[in-house]
């Protein structure tokens, strides 16, 4: 075919260079994998070379790159079979003080627990080699990380739950999965116990703070940290969500988010896009007052219902956890919620 538009024989050239340099590098099917799953979101805002050369319709979007991300070096946690909850804490590599302060403090599990439940913190590739070789024997000594292959960025979020999701589905199946960042205080006192009770298991759950449809706009501003480009979602307002502070998956509903997941294309914005893969699956979020967004002085006997509270800092996590085993006791009177709400 003769090319007659000099821009469509510059492109020609291109990419006969480009196809040149890649017999060349041979590169592997593991580093192919890497370099997409940590430069997905940074290259979703251009304009593909394809497109700019010749027009037409971009692909199809396409969902999140499990194979790649479950490529992770290192040894992955234990689980313990049968648990009825199962915790995914998302963590930075220099977050430090914040999983020693969970580890004394609601992830402690100093007595047997009636009801089996386990904590994980999700990591990803640290950006210096000594902050990725003391993750490493943080690893060793605890065995509560999993370190997922993608590079630990806030916008590379979504990559690090739907890590974390997917190992927790596949390998651990326990009966829920409560996905929390570590600034929040998870109320393990009551709510493993809270969900046995629940009885059958609730095939599609998905619950938690739900925000409003006022707050679910989405943000075009590119210098915004939570900016998504119409490319990656067109629609100017999320479906209903839970908020990333803490939501709560049944098994079934995680698997069903999963699988919306490889097909869906991911956005920078990890609790938005688990709604937009619940929505895609058919279930509803359902809002739940036991998810507190902001931290105040809850009294002692708020912790018989709370369930996760955000935004406490390490000696408040230390509060927290007295208040919660005082409400064992000091608050036995209280009418005692079986209800999300």
């Not at 017999?23 to 805002?45: H, Y």
């Not at 409560?178 to 609730?202: M, S, Y």
């Not at 967004?293 to 406490?312: F, S």
Request: hydrophobic share 40%; glycine share 6%; with cysteine.
């Amino acid at each position: 075919m003769h090319l007659r538009r000099p821009r469509q024989l510059l492109c020609a050239s291109l990419l006969l260079a480009l196809l040149l340099l890649w017999g060349l590098l041979l590169v592997t099917e593991d580093a192919r994998g890497a370099w997409v799953v940590s430069g997905r979101f940074p290259l979703a805002r251009g304009r593909p070379l394809w497109r700019w050369c010749f027009g037409g319709a971009a692909p199809a979007p396409s969902g999140v790159n499990f194979p790649s991300l479950l490529a992770s070096p290192g040894a992955a946690p234990r689980c313990e079979p049968g648990q009825v909850l199962l915790i995914l804490v998302t963590s930075a590599p220099g977050n430090w003080e914040q999983r020693r302060v969970i580890r004394r403090t609601w992830g402690a599990q100093d007595e047997p627990a009636p009801f089996h439940w386990q904590a994980v913190f999700l990591v990803g590739q640290a950006a210096d080699a000594g902050t990725a070789s003391r993750i490493r024997q943080e690893q060793q000594d605890f065995g509560d990380i999993l370190v997922g292959n993608y590079r630990d960025t806030y916008r590379n979020l979504t990559l690090k739950v739907m890590h974390g999701l997917k190992w927790a589905a596949e390998r651990c199946r326990p009966r829920y999965v409560l996905k929390t960042d570590d600034d929040c205080f998870v109320n393990t006192d009551r709510l493993p116990g809270f969900l046995a009770q629940l009885d059958p298991v609730p095939a599609r759950l998905y619950a938690g703070s739900v925000f409003s449809r006022e707050k679910r706009q989405v943000i075009r501003e590119p210098s915004s940290k939570w900016y998504v480009s119409r490319q990656d979602y067109g629609p100017d307002k999320y479906p209903p969500y839970a908020s990333g502070i803490g939501y709560v998956l049944s098994l079934e509903a995680a698997a069903q988010v999963l699988a919306a997941a490889e097909r869906v294309r991911p956005i920078p914005v990890e609790d938005a896009y688990v709604g937009i893969l619940a929505e895609a699956a058919g279930i509803r979020a359902q809002a739940s007052t036991r998810f507190a967004k902001h931290n105040v002085q809850w009294r002692v006997c708020n912790y018989r219902y709370l369930m996760v509270i955000h935004h406490l800092s390490p000696p408040q996590q230390e509060a927290a956890r007295r208040s919660m085993l005082q409400a064992r006791n000091a608050c036995r009177d209280s009418l005692e919620v079986t209800r999300w709400r």
